[in-house]
């Protein structure tokens, strides 16, 4: 009787060790094929916005899972197709008492329609730009920050705007295609494309 519950005591540990050590293995793959993706991109002297519809598709897998490795592959697929992936939260508690009001507004950060009046966005103009570049921020929203990234994805240029004409010099700035987003109480108010020819 002794070898038998000790012969399922063994196999329930042996089944919930192949369990995890499967769950590792998976999120090691995922990783191996991320690491195998970035060094293809390195390798090829291409950022992270010329990927092959491969390796989009790579991603998209890798990014349906809840690993670790797949909130990586999130990250880069919003930043290069701003795909977002649902982000699964706690249920809320039982009903909320009748004291409690309304509900509370959840605005998210990568939205750009948080913003109360959806037809007043920034101006950005001559775009494509040989240099200065105006960004016509309307009155309700002082204080913008604006950041550039190049197309490697990587910061060029940060910003504070302010309501009325700013220019921005960008003659320090390599020919080429650039990202920018612009901000407001941290929250995003615009993000788009600037074309940069000297």
Not at 127 to 140: A, L, Q
Not at 154 to 159: E, F, G, N, P
């Amino acid at each position: 009787m002794e070898k038998l519950v000790f012969c399922i005591k063994t196999s329930v540990c042996c089944l919930l060790f192949s369990i995890v050590c499967m769950a590792t293995t998976q999120d090691d793959q995922f990783f191996k094929q991320l690491c195998t993706i970035k060094r293809d991109l390195a390798q090829s002297n291409r950022s992270i916005f010329e990927l092959t519809t491969a390796e989009i598709a790579i991603l998209t897998n890798i990014a349906n899972y809840r690993t670790r490795t797949s909130f990586e592959a999130q990250a880069i697929l919003y930043l290069v197709q701003q795909r977002e992936f649902p982000v699964q939260m706690e249920h809320l508690p039982a009903p909320l008492p009748a004291y409690a009001g309304t509900l509370p507004v959840v605005h998210f950060k990568n939205e750009a329609n948080n913003l109360p009046n959806k037809e007043q966005i920034v101006s950005v103009y001559p775009n494509p730009t040989t240099g200065n570049v105006h960004f016509d921020v309307p009155v309700p929203y002082t204080d913008c920050q604006l950041i550039l990234y190049g197309i490697d994805g990587k910061v060029c240029l940060q910003q504070n705007l302010t309501a009325g004409n700013n220019s921005v010099a960008l003659t320090n700035q390599s020919n080429g295609l650039y990202y920018y987003t612009i901000y407001y109480k941290g929250n995003l108010l615009q993000r788009s494309k600037l074309i940069l020819v000297k």
